[in-house]
């Protein structure tokens, strides 16, 4: 598991989109979880497993002979836990999964940052990140630094980390 951690308009999704292409040509098979605001909704009105959703039904499996996705209303918000959210997954079928999110939580992340947006570091606090990935040059030792631009890079990085786990 290797998480992506970064305040909000760093270009997490942004980066993702192009990185799990990477990593899947070089035969890893990648999941993801993804922590998403308050009230997402996948699903879109008309369709029947929104009008069944809405109805009432607290759980929907939609499943087809290419995919399935499970939305899950619960009664009272709760935030929800990485680790339940991991259990979910089909791990037999991937060899790593990678977390958009969750930055709070202690595993192996690579912090994203952006100078310009003038945040403060995550990584001098947060013992769990193992590189830190930026588009302008920022002293980041004793961690690694990374093009943030260089989806290359970065993915060869991951690989290189995989092997070692």
């Keep these: 598991m290797l998480g992506f951690a970064a305040f909000s308009?760093?270009?997490?999704?942004?980066l993702l989109i192009r990185l799990i292409p990477f990593l899947e040509q070089r035969g890893v098979r990648v999941a993801l979880?993804?922590?998403?605001?308050?009230d997402f909704d996948i699903d879109k009105p008309g369709k029947d497993s929104y009008e069944l959703r809405k109805a009432?039904?607290?759980?929907?499996?939609?499943a087809s002979d290419r995919r399935s996705a499970l939305?899950?209303?619960?009664?009272?918000?709760?935030?929800?836990?990485?680790?339940d959210?991991?259990?979910?997954?089909?791990?037999?079928?991937?060899?790593?999964?990678?977390?958009?999110?969750?930055?709070?939580?202690?595993?192996?992340?690579?912090?994203?940052?952006?100078?310009?947006?003038?945040?403060?570091?995550?990584?001098?606090?947060?013992?769990?990140?193992?590189a830190v990935a930026m588009d302008?040059?920022?002293?980041?030792?004793?961690?690694?630094?990374?093009?943030?631009?260089n989806t290359i890079m970065i993915g060869e990085f991951i690989l290189e980390w995989m092997g070692g786990h």
Excluded: C, W
């Design 85 to 130: 959210l991991i259990a979910q997954l089909a791990l037999d079928a991937v060899d790593l999964v990678l977390v958009e999110g969750f930055r709070n939580l202690a595993f192996p992340k690579i912090e994203l940052h952006r100078p310009s947006l003038k945040q403060p570091l995550l990584f001098p606090e947060d013992l769990s990140i193992i």
């Design 71 to 83: 939305m899950t209303e619960y009664a009272e918000p709760k935030e929800p836990q990485l680790d």
């Design 9 to 14: 308009g760093t270009g997490k999704t942004t």
């Design 136 to 149: 302008l040059p920022v002293n980041t030792d004793p961690l690694p630094r990374l093009d943030l631009n």
């Design 56 to 62: 009432g039904a607290r759980q929907v499996l939609v």
């Design 33 to 38: 979880v993804k922590h998403a605001h308050h």
